[in-house]
């Protein structure tokens, strides 16, 4: 029996975008839920996988134009994004993050299999063969080999408050519940501060920072009233909440691919009732490549501090 050509193109298209986004999402569970890996082989091979893959095998019967082809990984890259969320193996934020630094890759796949498909069918099932057995392999050796990529990064954010230094110092050691928040970056998951207290005082109290998903437990390692507030990280939350499953936290393995070393608060006396509060974090996270995570992940701790710094000087400047 012959098949149209018409009928044979939406074969083409049923198969690229049903078998390929398939074989990513399976892809990405094997990373992500077997081996708990994010790594560069997950943010780069995969996406460029998924458009040599779904390019070459909507050409197979007959080559096809590159607009066609971007089309083609365009909807496969919904497809394979929407399992992923539908099936909790991830959750919106993420994939929203990770979909620009994906894009780049799904499209250089693109051109791949548009040149692939112009040769022979034999370069397709190579292709496809190739993909699915040496992208496991080398997120294997990943995982293995690199441990972690860089090391710890610090994040520092400041505002100038209105009120005495000793107001300010009483304010963040202890500071009453944040009003619920307006930034579209805590509406997406992100876990964010609510309020704080702590037991003790001076070198050795604990300081508790109440978040949307459990607390920072933060010993107190400097406590130079009223300049300097410095605190490791005994125990952190998990960052985020997946939106569709809003129940179900991501997984505990998320714990080591965010990590919060230590905080402070320094205080410097600008002039009087004038102080300049700044709030640093010191962390690392082991999701790669660091250099495109680091821009979400310092836009992230930024909007934190920002949230508890203009807490303290709303509360400081209405003492």
Same mark, same amino acid.
């Given at each position: 029996m012959q098949v149209s050509e018409s009928n044979q193109k939406w074969i083409a298209i049923g198969v690229a975008i049903g078998t390929t986004s398939i074989a990513i999402v399976s892809l990405i569970a094997f990373s992500v839920n077997v081996l708990q890996e994010y790594g560069a082989v997950l943010f780069t091979l995969v996406p460029l996988a998924l458009g040599v893959l779904s390019t070459s095998i909507y050409g197979y019967f007959r080559p096809r134009s590159l607009k066609e082809s971007a089309r083609i990984s365009f909807y496969t890259l919904l497809l394979a994004c929407g399992i992923l969320i539908l099936f909790n193996i991830e959750g919106i934020v993420c994939v929203l993050m990770a979909a620009p630094f994906a894009a780049v890759f799904v499209f250089m796949g693109t051109w791949i299999g548009y040149k692939v498909?112009?040769?022979?069918? &034999?370069?397709?099932?190579?292709?496809? #063969?190739?993909?699915?057995?040496?992208? %496991?392999?080398?997120?294997?050796?990943e995982s293995e080999c690199f441990e972690r990529e860089g090391g710890e990064i610090e994040v520092k954010t400041s505002i100038v408050i209105n009120a005495s230094k000793e107001t300010v110092w009483d304010n963040v050691v202890k500071f009453p519940d944040i009003p619920a928040p307006t930034e579209w970056i805590f509406k997406t998951g992100i876990?964010? !501060?609510? #309020? #704080?207290?702590?037991?003790?005082? &001076?070198? &050795?109290?604990?300081?508790?920072?109440?978040? =949307? =998903? &459990? #607390?920072?437990?933060? !010993?107190?390692?400097i406590w130079d009233e009223p300049n300097l507030l410095q605190f490791s990280v005994?125990?952190? !939350?998990? %960052?985020?909440r997946r939106m569709i499953h809003e129940k179900t936290n991501v997984p505990g393995n998320m714990?080591?691919?965010?990590?919060?070393?230590k905080g402070q608060f320094r205080l410097t006396e600008l002039g009087k009732n004038e102080v300049l509060l700044e709030g640093t974090t010191w962390y690392y996270h082991k999701i790669k !490549?660091?250099?495109? $995570?680091?821009? $979400?992940?310092?836009?992230?701790? *930024?909007?934190i *501090?920002?949230?508890?710094? =203009? *807490?303290?000087k709303a509360v400081s400047e209405n003492a």
């Open positions: 498909q112009k040769r022979d069918k &034999g370069q397709v099932i190579k292709f496809f #063969s190739f993909n699915l057995l040496v992208i %496991p392999i080398l997120m294997v050796a876990a964010y !501060p609510t #309020s #704080s207290e702590i037991i003790g005082s &001076g070198k &050795g109290a604990v300081r508790y920072c109440e978040f =949307t =998903t &459990g #607390s920072f437990v933060e !010993p107190i390692e005994r125990e952190q !939350p998990i %960052p985020l714990y080591k691919y965010f990590v919060s070393n !490549p660091v250099v495109y $995570w680091k821009i $979400w992940s310092e836009y992230i701790i *930024h909007s *501090h920002n949230r508890v710094l =203009t *807490h303290i």
